[in-house]
Protein backbone atom coordinates (compact mmCIF):
# COMPACT_ATOMS: atom_id res chain seq x y z
CA UNK A 1 0.00 0.00 0.00
CA UNK A 2 1.46 3.31 -0.92
CA UNK A 3 2.05 5.78 1.91
CA UNK A 4 1.82 8.80 -0.60
CA UNK A 5 -0.01 9.79 -3.52
CA UNK A 6 -0.07 12.42 -6.54
CA UNK A 7 -2.25 12.93 -9.28
CA UNK A 8 0.54 12.07 -11.58
CA UNK A 9 -0.91 14.95 -14.28
CA UNK A 10 -0.09 16.84 -16.24
CA UNK A 11 -1.31 20.08 -14.04
CA UNK A 12 -1.55 22.88 -17.13
CA UNK A 13 -1.99 26.26 -15.99
CA UNK A 14 -1.46 29.53 -18.14
CA UNK A 15 1.96 31.72 -16.85
CA UNK A 16 1.13 34.21 -14.25
CA UNK A 17 -1.77 31.73 -12.76
CA UNK A 18 -1.77 30.21 -9.53
CA UNK A 19 -0.76 26.17 -9.55
CA UNK A 20 -2.32 23.97 -6.67
CA UNK A 21 -0.37 20.61 -6.44
CA UNK A 22 -1.90 18.03 -3.80
CA UNK A 23 -0.47 15.04 -2.00
CA UNK A 24 -1.93 12.57 0.39
CA UNK A 25 -0.06 10.64 2.90
CA UNK A 26 -1.40 7.47 4.53
CA UNK A 27 0.69 7.97 8.45
CA UNK A 28 -1.65 10.13 10.85
CA UNK A 29 1.57 10.72 12.20
CA UNK A 30 3.99 12.31 9.95
CA UNK A 31 5.32 15.72 11.23
CA UNK A 32 7.34 16.94 7.94
CA UNK A 33 6.85 17.01 4.91
CA UNK A 34 8.45 18.12 1.91
CA UNK A 35 8.73 19.20 -1.80
CA UNK A 36 11.29 18.20 -4.25
CA UNK A 37 11.14 19.75 -8.12
CA UNK A 38 12.71 18.04 -10.89
CA UNK A 39 13.22 19.22 -14.24
CA UNK A 40 13.55 15.82 -16.97
CA UNK A 41 16.50 14.86 -17.04
CA UNK A 42 17.54 15.97 -13.73
CA UNK A 43 17.83 14.88 -10.34
CA UNK A 44 15.09 16.48 -7.62
CA UNK A 45 16.50 19.38 -5.28
CA UNK A 46 14.34 20.69 -2.47
CA UNK A 47 12.31 23.46 -2.64
CA UNK A 48 10.34 23.25 0.55
CA UNK A 49 9.57 21.46 3.47
CA UNK A 50 6.84 22.50 6.73
CA UNK A 51 6.20 20.85 9.79
CA UNK A 52 3.32 19.58 10.98
CA UNK A 53 2.83 23.08 13.39
CA UNK A 54 2.53 25.15 10.24
CA UNK A 55 2.09 26.12 6.77
CA UNK A 56 5.10 27.74 5.25
CA UNK A 57 5.80 30.78 2.75
CA UNK A 58 8.82 30.64 0.53
CA UNK A 59 8.63 33.77 -2.16
CA UNK A 60 6.53 32.28 -4.93
CA UNK A 61 5.82 28.82 -2.97
CA UNK A 62 3.36 28.22 -0.08
CA UNK A 63 2.93 24.81 1.64
CA UNK A 64 0.01 23.97 3.50
CA UNK A 65 -1.22 21.25 5.82
CA UNK A 66 -4.46 19.47 6.41
CA UNK A 67 -3.88 17.07 9.04
CA UNK A 68 -7.60 16.26 8.79
CA UNK A 69 -7.89 15.45 5.70
CA UNK A 70 -3.94 14.49 5.88
CA UNK A 71 -2.94 16.29 2.52
CA UNK A 72 -0.45 18.66 2.34
CA UNK A 73 -0.67 21.42 -0.88
CA UNK A 74 2.40 23.32 -2.64
CA UNK A 75 0.86 26.77 -3.95
CA UNK A 76 3.01 28.22 -6.71
CA UNK A 77 1.64 32.08 -7.45
CA UNK A 78 2.70 33.98 -10.81
CA UNK A 79 3.50 30.47 -12.44
CA UNK A 80 6.64 30.80 -14.91
CA UNK A 81 7.31 28.33 -17.29
CA UNK A 82 10.33 27.84 -15.69
CA UNK A 83 8.43 26.47 -12.94
CA UNK A 84 7.31 23.56 -15.82
CA UNK A 85 8.97 20.32 -13.92
CA UNK A 86 7.52 17.12 -11.73
CA UNK A 87 6.96 17.77 -8.27
CA UNK A 88 7.33 15.45 -5.83
CA UNK A 89 6.11 14.95 -2.43
CA UNK A 90 8.13 13.52 0.43
CA UNK A 91 7.31 12.19 4.21
CA UNK A 92 10.04 9.93 6.32
CA UNK A 93 8.86 6.90 6.50
CA UNK A 94 6.98 5.63 9.67
CA UNK A 95 8.79 6.89 13.42
CA UNK A 96 12.55 5.36 12.43
CA UNK A 97 14.66 8.15 12.61
CA UNK A 98 16.82 7.43 9.49
CA UNK A 99 16.08 10.42 7.12
CA UNK A 100 14.47 7.88 4.62
CA UNK A 101 11.78 9.49 2.94
CA UNK A 102 9.02 7.83 0.89
CA UNK A 103 8.09 9.63 -2.03
CA UNK A 104 4.80 10.05 -4.35
CA UNK A 105 5.14 9.22 -8.03
CA UNK A 106 5.32 13.30 -8.74
CA UNK A 107 2.94 15.68 -10.47
CA UNK A 108 4.33 17.08 -13.73
CA UNK A 109 3.13 20.60 -13.77
CA UNK A 110 3.42 22.57 -17.16
CA UNK A 111 3.04 26.65 -17.53
CA UNK A 112 2.24 27.67 -20.58
CA UNK A 113 3.18 30.99 -22.07
CA UNK B 1 33.22 18.13 -4.22
CA UNK B 2 30.59 20.71 -3.71
CA UNK B 3 27.57 18.18 -4.45
CA UNK B 4 27.02 14.44 -4.55
CA UNK B 5 29.12 13.01 -7.43
CA UNK B 6 27.69 9.46 -9.25
CA UNK B 7 29.55 7.57 -11.97
CA UNK B 8 29.13 6.79 -14.58
CA UNK B 9 26.34 9.07 -15.74
CA UNK B 10 25.05 6.70 -17.70
CA UNK B 11 25.34 2.93 -18.50
CA UNK B 12 24.03 0.38 -21.00
CA UNK B 13 24.80 -3.56 -20.05
CA UNK B 14 23.88 -6.88 -21.13
CA UNK B 15 21.38 -8.39 -19.49
CA UNK B 16 23.50 -11.32 -17.00
CA UNK B 17 26.34 -8.77 -16.14
CA UNK B 18 27.23 -6.98 -13.30
CA UNK B 19 27.38 -3.40 -12.68
CA UNK B 20 28.89 -0.91 -10.32
CA UNK B 21 27.50 2.71 -9.69
CA UNK B 22 29.37 5.13 -7.29
CA UNK B 23 28.62 7.78 -5.11
CA UNK B 24 30.24 10.71 -3.35
CA UNK B 25 28.67 12.21 -1.38
CA UNK B 26 29.04 15.65 0.23
CA UNK B 27 32.06 16.00 2.61
CA UNK B 28 31.27 15.76 6.20
CA UNK B 29 27.57 14.09 5.58
CA UNK B 30 27.11 11.18 7.60
CA UNK B 31 23.82 9.78 6.00
CA UNK B 32 24.26 8.70 2.41
CA UNK B 33 20.81 7.03 0.33
CA UNK B 34 20.53 4.98 -2.14
CA UNK B 35 16.94 5.29 -4.25
CA UNK B 36 15.91 4.16 -7.62
CA UNK B 37 13.28 5.73 -10.27
CA UNK B 38 12.21 3.66 -13.09
CA UNK B 39 10.64 5.97 -16.07
CA UNK B 40 7.98 8.31 -14.85
CA UNK B 41 7.67 6.72 -11.15
CA UNK B 42 8.51 8.12 -8.26
CA UNK B 43 11.39 7.37 -6.15
CA UNK B 44 12.33 3.73 -4.68
CA UNK B 45 14.33 3.69 -1.47
CA UNK B 46 17.15 1.21 -1.30
CA UNK B 47 19.41 1.63 1.08
CA UNK B 48 20.57 4.12 4.24
CA UNK B 49 24.04 4.62 5.26
CA UNK B 50 24.75 6.20 8.34
CA UNK B 51 28.36 6.35 8.41
CA UNK B 52 29.75 2.87 7.08
CA UNK B 53 26.62 0.58 8.37
CA UNK B 54 23.11 0.17 6.82
CA UNK B 55 20.46 0.50 9.63
CA UNK B 56 18.25 0.12 6.93
CA UNK B 57 18.26 -1.72 3.64
CA UNK B 58 14.82 -2.51 3.34
CA UNK B 59 14.21 -1.64 -0.07
CA UNK B 60 16.81 -3.64 -2.08
CA UNK B 61 14.67 -5.78 -3.94
CA UNK B 62 16.48 -8.74 -4.15
CA UNK B 63 19.63 -10.15 -3.16
CA UNK B 64 21.13 -9.82 -6.53
CA UNK B 65 21.46 -5.79 -5.17
CA UNK B 66 24.30 -4.68 -2.23
CA UNK B 67 26.04 -1.48 -1.56
CA UNK B 68 28.50 -1.25 0.65
CA UNK B 69 30.35 2.55 1.96
CA UNK B 70 33.88 2.57 3.13
CA UNK B 71 35.32 5.63 4.97
CA UNK B 72 32.29 7.16 5.68
CA UNK B 73 32.26 8.46 1.95
CA UNK B 74 32.06 6.64 -0.99
CA UNK B 75 29.49 4.04 -1.41
CA UNK B 76 29.48 1.84 -4.44
CA UNK B 77 25.79 0.20 -5.29
CA UNK B 78 26.54 -3.19 -7.20
CA UNK B 79 23.65 -5.00 -8.97
CA UNK B 80 24.61 -8.80 -10.12
CA UNK B 81 23.43 -10.53 -12.81
CA UNK B 82 21.32 -7.95 -14.47
CA UNK B 83 17.58 -7.67 -15.85
CA UNK B 84 15.94 -6.10 -18.19
CA UNK B 85 13.46 -4.39 -15.02
CA UNK B 86 16.81 -2.93 -13.24
CA UNK B 87 16.78 -0.19 -15.73
CA UNK B 88 16.14 2.93 -14.34
CA UNK B 89 17.73 5.77 -12.97
CA UNK B 90 19.85 5.26 -9.82
CA UNK B 91 19.77 8.37 -7.32
CA UNK B 92 22.10 8.89 -4.36
CA UNK B 93 21.49 11.43 -1.65
CA UNK B 94 23.40 12.65 1.08
CA UNK B 95 22.29 14.59 4.60
CA UNK B 96 24.78 15.76 7.17
CA UNK B 97 22.90 13.58 9.27
CA UNK B 98 19.65 11.59 9.69
CA UNK B 99 15.90 12.89 10.71
CA UNK B 100 14.92 15.50 8.52
CA UNK B 101 18.02 17.01 7.72
CA UNK B 102 18.11 18.27 4.14
CA UNK B 103 18.73 15.15 1.33
CA UNK B 104 20.89 16.77 -1.53
CA UNK B 105 21.13 14.12 -4.88
CA UNK B 106 23.37 13.67 -6.89
CA UNK B 107 22.33 13.69 -10.67
CA UNK B 108 22.09 10.05 -10.78
CA UNK B 109 23.35 7.06 -12.78
CA UNK B 110 21.31 6.22 -15.95
CA UNK B 111 21.06 2.35 -16.52
CA UNK B 112 20.00 0.34 -19.02
CA UNK B 113 19.91 -3.39 -19.53
CA UNK B 114 19.44 -4.79 -22.98
Known amino acids: QKEVEQNSGPLSVPEGAIASLNCTYSDRGSQSFFWYRQYSGKSPELIMFIYSNGDKEDGRFTAQLNKASQYVSLLIRDSQPSDSATYLC?????????????FGQGTTLQVKP | GAGVSQSPSNKVTEKGKDVELRCDPI?????LYWYRQRLGQGLEFLIYFQGNSAPDKSGLPSDRFSAERTGESVSTLTIQRTQQEDSAVYLCASSVGPGGNTIYFGEGSWLTVV
Open chain 1, 90 to 102: AVPAGSSNTGKLI
Open chain 2, 27 to 31: SGHTA
